[in-house]
């Protein structure tokens, strides 16, 4: 299966060939804890934890037509991935070979290091390796479903692998009269979905219309 990599809208092949993944990207991150502790509460709330962040390495060869091609191309590369210490929307794109084609997810990423040395193999070529840190663990797809109105107690079938908090909630009374809670994680205080069927309760009447990206590891 194909992947791709971009940050922001560069691919990160345009500097880097014979791109490569090494440990870590696609092997499952740790949990952050056992159970949640919820501030204000005496004790842990037993919920299922999701992931924690994890690091993953590319590696790849930098070329250029001369030495000094080379380095623009390592400076530029050096350039995307710093990003001014900030960080970055790294989406990856995999070849499913069925329908649809391809499916990108995103994910928050900061660079870690492994840019600041480089091997040299020729006068115009050059080994490198770097780490990324995923901020939220795993990536997200890049559009959010169809918005469903829910009221009362609703089933709703979460898509993806891993739980996911990135929801979008429209509510026809008031977020201050209505409230949104998951059975999955009771108490909770900000909705979170498991992958799978979730049992949902809107309390003050009305309706809420839940969107949400899918998480996958």
Do not use: C
């Given at each position: 299966?194909?992947?791709?990599?971009?940050?922001g809208?560069?691919d990160?092949?345009?500097y880097?060939?014979?791109?490569?993944?090494?440990?870590?990207?696609?092997?499952?991150p740790?949990l952050?804890?056992?159970?949640y502790?919820?501030?204000?509460r005496t004790?842990a709330?037993?919920?299922t934890?999701w992931?924690?962040?994890?690091?993953?390495?590319?590696?790849?060869?930098?070329?250029g037509s001369?030495?000094?091609?080379?380095?623009?191309?390592?400076k530029?590369?050096a350039?995307?991935?710093?990003?001014?210490?900030?960080?970055?929307t790294?989406?990856?794109?995999?070849?499913?070979?069925?329908?649809?084609?391809t499916?990108?997810?995103?994910?928050?990423?900061?660079?870690?290091?492994?840019?600041?040395?480089?091997?040299?193999?020729?006068?115009?070529?050059?080994?490198?390796?770097?780490?990324?840190m995923l901020l939220?663990?795993?990536?997200y797809?890049?559009?959010?479903?169809t918005?469903?109105?829910?009221s009362?107690?609703?089933?709703v079938n979460?898509?993806?692998?891993?739980?996911?908090?990135?929801t979008?909630?429209?509510?026809?009374?008031?977020?201050?009269?209505q409230?949104?809670?998951?059975?999955?994680?009771?108490?909770?205080?900000?909705l979170?979905l498991?992958?799978?069927?979730?049992?949902?309760v809107?309390?003050?009447?009305g309706?809420?219309t839940?969107?949400?990206?899918?998480?996958w590891l």
């Amino acid at each position: 299966m194909a992947e791709s990599y971009k940050i922001g809208t560069t691919d990160v092949t345009t500097y880097l060939t014979h791109l490569q993944t090494i440990d870590g990207n696609i092997g499952v991150p740790p949990l952050r804890q056992a159970d949640y502790t919820v501030p204000g509460r005496t004790g842990a709330i037993a919920a299922t934890p999701w992931w924690g962040p994890r690091v993953v390495t590319f590696g790849g060869i930098i070329a250029g037509s001369t030495r000094a091609d080379m380095q623009a191309n390592l400076k530029s590369l050096a350039s995307l991935v710093l990003n001014g210490g900030d960080t970055f929307t790294m989406s990856r794109t995999l070849d499913t070979a069925g329908t649809p084609a391809t499916v990108t997810h995103t994910a928050t990423a900061r660079y870690l290091g492994g840019l600041e040395s480089s091997e040299a193999l020729s006068n115009r070529i050059a080994k490198v390796a770097f780490d990324v840190m995923l901020l939220d663990g795993y990536w997200y797809d890049s559009a959010y479903t169809t918005g469903t109105a829910l009221s009362g107690t609703a089933t709703v079938n979460v898509v993806g692998d891993a739980p996911t908090q990135d929801t979008q909630l429209t509510y026809s009374v008031g977020a201050g009269s209505q409230r949104i809670t998951n059975t999955a994680y009771p108490g909770l205080s900000r909705l979170t979905l498991k992958p799978g069927n979730n049992t949902l309760v809107v309390t003050g009447g009305g309706t809420v219309t839940l969107k949400y990206k899918a998480a996958w590891l």
